[in-house]
């Protein structure tokens, strides 16, 4: 098994966090530091260390759906804001979420220690949908619409087509397929309007539906994506 994936399934961290720990030295296989990404590892009998802690295998993997209201931030610790992880305080296991979302926006964040379904949920080249209520200040154009469903350039990047749905006066849903930071906002930014409120309502096949803010729930990765 890849060390990054060990890394994951042990329920430490997403694999592209696991390669950053790897590079920067923190990982030891064996009692020897291990810097090389795509390292292979014998999950069976391998010894793997970060710090003084031995990683091993999860048998059983936590999943949860959480409503995040306007206020929260999605890292695990406090020092820039209240932690989404504050809402969660009866969860027994060590979870964290899924991606990003920003601390004025609300709405779905997964919450997990598998770090395999973080990886697969968060790379842009498995393509899962998040869908997300855009309120602006004034109706979204016909001409940005269709610069959004093209695919417009942000910050020298080509972006992937956003496709844009459900339009309803000054309100639409759009659904992403990347995971760049503040994408929405940066989009709208560019083209002259002011996001009022941004609510992401569906990740994967997994809806908001009518959790309440700020509650969470049980979930499996089924209910999400049909990814194996």
Do not use: H
């Amino acid at each position: 098994m890849r060390l990054n994936k060990f890394i994951a399934q042990a329920g430490v961290c997403s694999r592209r966090k696991a390669d950053e720990l790897i590079k920067g030295g923190q990982i030891r296989v064996n009692s020897v530091v291990v810097k090389e990404l795509g390292t292979v590892i014998d999950e069976n009998n391998d010894k793997i260390q970060i710090g003084q802690r031995r990683l091993a295998l999860a048998n059983q993997k936590a999943y949860y759906a959480l409503n995040k209201p306007v206020g929260y931030i999605t890292s695990a610790t406090s020092a820039q804001g209240k932690s989404v992880l504050e809402l969660v305080k009866g969860i027994k296991e060590r979870v964290y979420s899924v991606g990003r979302l920003d601390k004025q926006s609300r709405g779905l964040i997964i919450l997990t220690d598998d770090g395999d379904l973080a990886y697969r949920l968060t790379q842009a080249k498995f393509a899962i949908a998040k869908e997300y209520e855009v309120e602006l200040d004034r109706p979204l154009e016909i001409k940005d619409k269709n610069l959004f469903e093209r695919g417009m350039e942000l910050e020298g990047k080509r972006l992937q087509p956003v496709e844009v749905v459900r339009q309803r006066g000054n309100k639409a849903n759009l659904i992403l397929r990347e995971g760049v930071n503040r994408q929405i906002r940066k989009m709208a930014e560019r083209r002259g309007y002011a996001v009022k409120d941004l609510k992401r309502v569906r990740i994967g096949k997994l809806t908001l539906g009518n959790l309440k803010e700020g509650g969470y729930i049980r979930i499996s990765p089924q209910d999400i994506t049909d990814i194996d």
